[in-house]
């Protein structure tokens, strides 16, 4: 093959794995969105319970140089247990919190508000 050939083809492979790498990347975005929206449409009726905070923790953005983090909570439904990170620094192991789940997918679940 002439060299020209096989830049042009070289050039073709490339420009389909840019656009591959595109549609890759608005697919998960897409993903996303359409899980949140599907989470909060769920969440309108929801239920909740208290959660505890466990010792499970979560580091934020640039921990490796800060060390942020929040702790998760768990909480039990019909025998399964669930964590989720609380988002909340001041919150401590052995805290209570109140949550809201989706009884249809508990995975979907959000902090209403720390108990005292």
Do not use: C
Request: glycine share 6%; aromatic share 12%.
């Amino acid at each position: 093959m002439p060299k020209a050939k096989n830049e042009g083809l070289i050039k073709k492979i490339f420009d389909l794995r840019g656009v591959i790498l595109i549609l890759i990347i608005m697919l998960y975005f897409s993903f996303l969105g359409v899980r949140l929206l599907v989470k909060n449409y769920l969440l309108v009726s929801s239920v909740e319970i208290k959660a505890v905070i466990v010792g499970e923790k979560n580091f934020w953005g640039n921990s490796p140089v800060s060390h942020t983090f929040s702790y998760s909570y768990e909480f039990v439904n019909e025998g399964l247990k669930y964590q989720a990170d609380s988002h909340d620094q001041t919150m401590d192991i052995g805290d209570s919190i109140l949550i809201e789940y989706s009884p249809i997918y508990p995975e979907f679940n959000r902090v209403v508000k720390p108990l005292e």
